[in-house]
């Protein structure tokens, strides 16, 4: 089954600053992987997915992740942080089935909250 | 252009009420899926539809009951509320296809006393 492990419940950084929020999958097909923010009281937004072809992907606001089969992460990283980018992020791996499909469905990480200090 | 719509925003139970969550998107998407949000524990599957007509059952589908008698709607009922079942509701859609990303309504915030 897949699953998604998102290191650091909480990540704190100085505006200005790297943000880079850790996502690891594990997957029993070649993985399809997204990222995702929630802003307060708001639903689930997609910032970027990675399918298929270029490795690194690029995505809304800034932020880009980078497909990396060996170490089986989806790391996702900003140069320069904002603080409208405080908000939580959640990584997904779509459950394909060797031979099915996913029919819509995601397995979620635990999400990661992103406070981000002047 | 509307997008997935969630009501109600806000809902109190007491233990052992009933009550519907409704959800309805307007970009005929055919698969359709309910996920309950805990902190700490990301977003999990409750039940999904592939059509109309179709259900199956996700991750944590006890207590829970759902329908899709059209391509739009998909409700989400609760038949006995437990304060178990106090968390964050949120209806998906997404059209066919492994890489079609979910679009998400904006939530039911739901407390059971």
């Known amino acids: 089954a897949q699953s998604v492990t998102q290191l650091g419940s909480h990540v704190s950084v100085s505006e200005g600053a790297l943000v880079l929020l850790r996502c690891n999958y594990s997957?029993?097909?070649?993985?399809?992987l997204f990222w995702y923010v929630q802003y307060p009281n708001q639903g689930l937004q997609l910032l970027l997915k990675?399918?298929?072809?270029?490795?690194l992907v690029k995505g809304i606001n800034g932020f880009e992740a980078e497909f990396k089969k060996s170490e089986t992460s989806f790391h996702l990283t900003k140069p320069s942080a904002h603080m409208s980018d405080a908000a939580e992020y959640f990584c997904a791996v779509s459950d394909r089935r060797a031979g099915g499909t996913s029919y819509g469905k995601l397995t979620f990480g635990q999400g990661t909250i992103l406070t981000v200090h002047p | 252009n509307a997008g997935v719509t969630q009501t109600p925003k806000f809902q109190v139970l007491k233990t052992g009420q009933s009550m519907t969550l409704q959800c309805a998107q307007d970009m005929n998407h055919e698969y359709m899926s309910w996920y309950r949000q805990d902190p700490g524990m990301g977003l999990r599957l409750i039940h999904y539809s592939v059509g109309a007509g179709i259900t199956d059952q996700g991750e944590v589908p006890n207590g829970y009951n759902v329908s899709r008698s059209t391509t739009e709607d998909f409700p989400l009922r609760l038949l006995s509320a437990a304060p178990s079942q106090t968390s964050v509701y949120f209806c998906?859609?997404?059209?066919?296809?492994?890489?079609?990303?979910?679009?998400f309504g904006n939530g039911t915030r739901l407390t059971v006393t």
């Open positions: 998906a859609s997404s059209s066919t296809g492994d890489n079609s990303p979910l679009h």
């Open positions: 990675y399918t298929t072809g270029a490795t």
């Open positions: 997957s029993s097909v070649p993985p399809y």
